[in-house]
T-cell receptor, first 115, second 114 residues
């Protein structure tokens, strides 16, 4: 998995399998954690976020899990499709308010879905 | 269609020649920001704006300027571009700073400074 600090890791899965992309974060004071998807040649696209007082949130085919004890965030994609192939970024938001609502992005994980 | 539009998409320029990258959003968003994306470094915030005439520095503001005279537009200005500003630039907007996690990003501007 990635960390807000490492080289771009890759994950290759078969179409139809479930994908799990991991991320480690560093700021215990972050109030939101977010996943973005970036397809080749496009800008990042918001997928889902989770507030720091939650440990799980589900969207359409995606689930985000937050483990604050070990500062770990994961994105689960169910029944992965070729259209899911992209770079996935996690981000954390500083929770101090005002100008400190800063988003800090990880370096991303490249997901490749094999047909 | 809700969108953030950046222009140009690609730009090659020479060191020292002033340039402006435009960004426009049609969602009446208050919060806008500029990022640069470099291999191995991820997305880093350059400047942000909480509303018209309210701008502030992000993590890497050196060599850049911005303005926010209208709500929809947030241009990025490089007064004297240098090769270390060669990068992929993204503009983003969100309804307000409290909802800045739901950011809408533009398609990106790939800038090369020679």
């Amino acid at each position: 998995g990635e960390s807000v600090g490492l080289h771009l890791p890759t994950l290759s899965v078969q179409e139809g399998d479930n994908s799990i992309i991991n991320c480690a974060y560093s700021n215990s004071a972050s109030d939101y954690f977010i996943w973005y998807k970036q397809e080749s040649g496009k800008g990042p696209q918001f997928i889902i976020d989770i507030r720091s007082n939650m440990d799980k949130r589900q969207g359409q085919r995606v689930t985000v899990l937050l483990n604050k004890t070990v500062k770990h965030l994961s994105l689960q994609i169910a029944a992965t499709q070729p259209g899911d192939s992209a770079v996935y970024f996690c981000a954390e938001r500083g929770g101090s308010g005002g100008s400190n609502y800063k988003l800090t992005f990880g370096k991303g994980t490249l997901l490749t879905v094999n047909p | 269609e809700a969108q953030v539009t950046q222009n140009p998409r690609y730009l090659i320029t020479v060191t020292g020649k002033k340039l402006t990258v435009t960004c426009s959003q049609n969602m009446n968003h208050e919060y806008m920001s500029w990022y640069r994306q470099d291999p191995g470094l991820g997305l880093r915030q350059i400047y942000y704006s909480m509303n018209v005439e309210v701008t502030d520095k992000g993590d890497v503001p050196e060599g850049y300027k911005v303005s926010r005279k209208e709500k929809r537009n947030f241009p990025l200005i490089l007064e004297s571009p240098s090769p270390n500003q060669t990068s992929l630039y993204f503009c983003a907007s969100s309804p307000d700073i409290w909802r800045n996690t739901e950011a809408f990003f533009g398609q990106g501007t790939r800038l090369t400074v020679v």
